[in-house]
């Protein structure tokens, strides 16, 4: 609970996975992927109910035997590569929501969030009066330095400025951010109605790279790996 506000945390993890078969409950450094997620949570100082939304058995039972509840089974209409994040929510809110105040979406494939990280998430979205925030890390590339190729093969930049001036130093960019699925928070009234995660007036929360890794193929697991081997990934 933060200023009087009742916070549940939705942890979303569907069976299917097509980069990495089974990569949910897959362990990295002895510990299941989903269990770096459900560990964050429940030393979280704000998330007062932690459950699970899941289509899958195994991962079901793998989170229960981690401490994370699960009061139902997603319906196999919103565990498609076509649901939306949004509506995976909506259900589990419109079946377990009631009583809440601000609603927190945990993707299993962000390991190395920590519970600081979800709670700055949260302190921020209060803080300011936002509706929504989201956890962001800075961008590797810079879109100042992006083109499209023409069909005559000329380079058209991304970002409409002029003049074009592709010689400037990199430390004399602004800084650009991007999204990283690590943490996402919102008031649950506002999803039940139609609002999204990601909207006018969105505040962010700003997380290392390294604790932004998203795990999404054979190649993210021994970079996950890698990181744990050098001392943590904080």
């Known amino acids: 609970m933060i200023n009087d506000l009742r916070v549940l945390a939705i942890v979303t993890a569907r069976g ?11 362990p990295i450094n002895g510990k299941p992927l989903i269990g770096w997620t459900i560990d964050a949570a429940n030393n979280s100082q704000y998330i007062d109910r932690l459950i699970l939304s899941s289509d899958d058995d195994a991962i079901i039972a793998c989170a229960r035997k ?6 139902f089974v997603r319906p196999d209409h ?34 190395f969030r920590l519970a600081k990280d979800i709670d700055g998430a949260i302190e921020r979205l209060v803080e300011t009066g936002a509706r929504t925030c989201i ?29 074009i001036n592709i010689v400037k130093r990199r430390q004399d960019l602004p800084p650009v951010y991007s999204v990283n699925g690590a943490v ?32 999404d ?18």
Not at 66 to 71: H, Q
Not at 149 to 162: C, S
Request: proline share 5%; aromatic share 4%.
């Open 135 to 163: 956890t962001v890390c800075k961008a590797a590339k810079n879109p100042h330095w992006m083109f499209e190729i023409e069909e005559d093969g000329r380079l058209e930049p991304i970002l409409k400025i002029e003049p």
């Open 16 to 26: 299917g996975s097509k980069g990495v078969v089974g990569k949910n409950v897959r």
């Open 66 to 71: 981690l401490g994370c509840e699960v009061p």
């Open 78 to 111: 919103l565990a498609t590569d076509e649901a939306s994040s949004v509506d995976v929510l909506r259900h589990a809110l419109e079946a377990e929501g009631e009583g809440f105040d601000l609603m927190v979406l945990l993707q299993p494939t962000s390991p």
């Open 217 to 234: 193929d054979e190649t993210d697991f021994k970079i996950a790996e890698t990181l744990l081997e050098e001392n943590g990934a904080t």
């Open 184 to 215: 996402y928070v919102a008031y649950v009234q506002d999803i039940l109605i139609g609002g999204g995660l990601i909207e006018h007036g969105t505040v962010a929360h700003v997380m290392s790279a390294k604790r932004s890794l998203d795990i």
